[in-house]
């Protein structure tokens, strides 16, 4: 029976040794079910072990321990079957050759899945069109700006028509309008084409308007796991924005920690996270003993970057507490 899910990750640990008999753990017993045709937002800070579970995904990196399965493949014990349901854009287009024209890395990348002769070339006549390349078909990849070069890298990772596609950071060192035109095909590939897109990126604007569950992982743990819609609700109720008459005092931005300080035209705006009203209150009597004239104070609807701070932060202190 065909699973629900595109990818299934259990108990997945990673440990990496050292010459001198000591070992760092990247990946601690990691769990997580990416559903099918979905995008699905995989973040994290750097050095949180994404990078070490994306490679085990893709079949780079073997785990220490646990299981991860692609459409019901068992990447390691069925890894040729596995990494047939897998296209995977890596950071920085490097499944990409540069000395090569568009047509020829798509047809080289076709005959490594197994393609061959007409289906081939329909296939990437199909791919080029739509990535609007086919006029530049011939050229080197060299010359391409790096949106076009990341058309060609999705367009290969897509030449097997795979049902997973992986994109590691897709609009890392693009301008504005290439980055938009990845994230647009993003979406298509998920809507149109029905694919299942996992997506690493640090542009955390756009996870948040482009995928429909993301999952957050910190020093090697899930921290969390949830539709975008359900994420964002767990924080609509807490999230607020106070307006501070003027700048704050030498010293006193120790006292606000807690949330974001931005010196404004005129005044000074804190936001931020607030759990209960105990809390905001405490936050009213610190802008009272400063001395501070308050302007306003505004319930605001969160977004995904704060977020995201706010619970790395959060389970980087419950870390540092456990292990003292």
């Known amino acids: 029976m065909k699973s629900s899910h595109a990818i299934e990750i259990n108990g997945l640990n990673k440990f990496y040794y050292h010459k001198k008999g000591t070992s760092i753990q990247a990946v601690k017993g990691l769990s997580l079910s990416v559903p099918t045709g979905q995008i699905y937002g995989f973040l994290g800070p750097n050095g949180a072990g994404k990078t070490t579970t994306i490679k085990m995904i893709c079949g780079l990196v073997r785990p220490t321990s646990g299981t991860v399965f692609v459409n019901g493949h068992n990447v390691w014990l069925k890894r040729s079957t596995a990494m047939q349901q897998i296209g995977a854009v890596l950071e920085g287009t490097r499944n990409i050759h540069w000395a090569l024209s568009a047509w020829d890395n798509l047809i080289y990348y ?16 199909q791919l080029l069109m739509e990535m609007e390349l086919w006029d530049r078909r011939k050229d080197l990849v060299r010359a391409f700006s790096r949106g076009m070069q990341q058309k060609v890298a999705v367009a290969c990772a897509l030449i097997a028509d795979p049902p997973v596609i992986l994109l ?53 743990q899930i921290i ?26 030498d010293g006193a931005d120790s006292a606000f920690k807690d949330l974001t300080v931005e010196q404004k035209e005129g005044f ?11 809390s905001l209150y405490d936050t009213l009597e610190r802008i009272r003993s400063h001395n501070l ?32």
């Open 168 to 220: 590691d950071e897709p609009t890392l060192g693009l301008d504005v309008l290439a980055a938009r035109t990845v994230k647009n095909l993003v979406v298509r590939l998920a809507k149109e084409h029905r694919k299942t897109v996992i997506l690493t990126t640090h542009q955390l604007d756009m996870a948040q308007s482009v995928c429909d569950r993301v999952a957050i992982i910190n020093k090697g």
């Open 110 to 125: 076709g005959h490594l899945k197994g393609l061959w002769g007409k289906r081939l070339a329909i296939r990437a006549e």
């Open 268 to 278: 000074t705006q804190l936001s931020g996270t607030i759990p209960d009203q105990v």
């Open 224 to 249: 969390t796991d949830k539709p975008i819609e359900e994420l964002l609700d767990l924080f609509r109720k807490r999230h607020y924005q106070i307006k501070i008459e003027g700048n704050l005092p």
């Open 293 to 324: 004239i308050l302007i306003a104070v505004n319930r605001t609807e969160p977004n995904l970057e704060e977020i995201f701070i706010h619970l790395v932060d959060s389970s980087s202190t419950q870390t540092k507490q456990g292990d003292s």
